[in-house]
């Protein structure tokens, strides 16, 4: 595709700048590539019952050790 090529055009109607405008953020929308959702917040009251540090190791004896006060 040359420069000097238009990315569109329009066949039927003569669109305002308005029309125009939304026309090219819909298309601009559409071909940009999604984003990665974001993470889900935590409410005050999940964060609460979490340890403070890390979570235990898994291993031997790890179900005992969460249940333990660190």
Request: charged share 15%.
């Amino acid at each position: 595709m040359s420069a000097e090529e238009p990315l569109f055009r329009i066949v039927r109607g003569v669109p305002t700048a308005e029309e125009l405008a939304a026309l090219v953020g819909a298309i601009v929308v559409r071909t940009r590539p999604a984003a990665a959702p974001a993470p889900a917040p935590v409410s005050q009251w999940a964060r609460s019952a979490r340890p403070a540090g890390a979570a235990p190791a898994a291993g031997p004896g790890a179900w005992r050790a969460s249940g333990l006060p660190r």
